[in-house]
């Protein structure tokens, strides 16, 4: 079956970097948009950032835009996030999803999910 891992998460402080990995199995990665989302407590699910098939057109929430960079291997099945400049209301769990289509804000066109990973910003 179908199984999105994401790790690299953790407790960081503010201006601080991360990186999240996302590996994908069950599926023909190439295949498919990943997008990352994140949901803080006792919020509802954003839209991160996401990447096409082949890496070429990659879209991202306004408030991420030029401190996140979201890229992938085909050849590993891995789509990565990276975070920079880290601020606290960068807390949430992160989660990649996996899309047939390119409607990359969408979170209902994405069929796969992962587990979520916990990051965490301290002042």
């Known amino acids: 079956q179908v199984q999105l891992v994401e790790s690299g998460g953790g407790l960081v402080q503010a201006g601080g970097s991360l990186r999240l990995s996302c590996v994908a199995s069950?599926?023909?990665?190439?295949?498919?948009?990943m997008g990352w989302f994140r949901q803080a407590p006792g919020k509802e699910r954003l839209f991160v950032a996401a990447?096409?098939?082949?890496?070429?057109?990659?879209d991202y929430a306004d408030d991420v835009k030029g401190r996140f960079t979201i890229s992938r291997d085909n050849a590993k099945n891995t789509v990565y996030l990276q975070m920079n400049s880290l601020k606290p209301e960068d807390t949430a769990v992160y989660y990649c999803?996996?899309?047939?289509?390119?409607?990359?804000?969408?979170?209902?066109?994405?069929?796969?999910w992962g587990q979520g990973t916990q990051v965490t910003v301290s002042s």
């Open positions: 999803a996996a899309s047939s289509v390119w409607v990359p804000r969408r979170p209902t066109y994405y069929g796969y």
């Open positions: 069950g599926l023909t990665f190439s295949r498919y948009v």
């Open positions: 990447i096409n098939w082949s890496g070429s057109n990659t």
